[in-house]
């Protein structure tokens, strides 16, 4: 199974290009799986993350959605790889002493999942109209200091990325580097 990640600040458009890479795989006749973040269903439900003990709930049911994905799929394109987790967790500005723990058990699974994904994409945020949705709650200037951490993070952590603007080119680079690793 080739696994997609799609990475970037909160309303980069993760989200649709995800959908959009379901929809083009489906036309081609490509099996694929879209799985989408958990986060947001339970922040749709009201739920209010309390700590960063929270981020390892959210990793542990992201992870579970993905693994689920029968094996006859070819492509798995997920909104919301587990490697978040860890970099939400390290946002929380205060850090509660029984959180070192949980920060530590997070960094050891972003480590582990760093090859959980054969590309990782970053979605560039090149919208200029964010606000507030209702979900999100992140300012513009929030959400481009989250952007640029992710990158720091898979820097600094030699997790490979490839950057894409937020935008219909990306739909394509995206689409021929699935029919290049499946060749169809």
Same mark, same amino acid.
């Given at each position: 199974?080739?696994?997609?990640?799609?990475?970037?600040?909160?309303?980069?458009?993760?989200?649709?290009?995800?959908?959009?890479?379901?929809?083009?795989?489906?036309?081609?006749?490509i099996?694929?799986?879209?799985?989408?973040?958990?986060?947001?269903?339970?922040?749709?439900?009201?739920?209010?993350?309390?700590?960063?003990?929270?981020?390892?709930?959210?990793?542990?049911?992201?992870?579970?959605?993905?693994?689920?994905?029968?094996?006859? /799929?070819e492509?798995?394109?997920?909104?919301?790889?587990?490697?978040?987790?860890?970099?939400?967790?390290?946002? #929380?500005?205060?850090?509660?002493?029984?959180?070192?723990?949980?920060?530590?058990?997070?960094?050891?699974?972003?480590?582990?999942?760093?090859?959980?994904?054969?590309?990782?994409?970053?979605?560039?945020?090149i919208?200029?109209?964010?606000?507030?949705?209702?979900?999100?709650?992140?300012?513009?200037?929030?959400?481009?200091?989250?952007?640029?951490?992710l990158? /720091?993070?898979?820097?600094? !952590?030699?997790?490979? #990325?490839?950057?894409?603007?937020?935008?219909?080119?990306a739909?394509?680079?995206?689409?021929?580097?699935?029919? !290049?690793?499946?060749?169809?």
């Amino acid at each position: 199974m080739y696994k997609i990640g799609l990475i970037g600040s909160p309303s980069a458009g993760k989200s649709t290009l995800a959908a959009q890479v379901y929809h083009r795989c489906k036309i081609l006749g490509i099996q694929t799986e879209l799985v989408q973040e958990f986060v947001r269903e339970e922040l749709n439900k009201g739920w209010i993350m309390r700590s960063v003990s929270d981020q390892i709930r959210l990793q542990m049911k992201q992870r579970e959605k993905e693994d689920i994905i029968p094996s006859n /799929i070819e492509v798995l394109v997920t909104d919301s790889p587990t490697l978040l987790q860890y970099i939400y967790g390290l946002r #929380f500005s205060k850090v509660a002493k029984e959180d070192i723990h949980a920060l530590t058990f997070l960094y050891e699974e972003y480590i582990k999942d760093s090859d959980r994904y054969d590309k990782i994409y970053y979605v560039n945020n090149i919208r200029s109209d964010i606000s507030p949705d209702g979900t999100r709650k992140e300012s513009a200037q929030e959400c481009a200091a989250i952007g640029e951490e992710l990158k /720091i993070m898979m820097r600094l !952590h030699h997790i490979p #990325f490839i950057e894409v603007d937020g935008n219909d080119t990306a739909i394509d680079i995206i689409m021929a580097d699935i029919q !290049h690793a499946i060749k169809k």
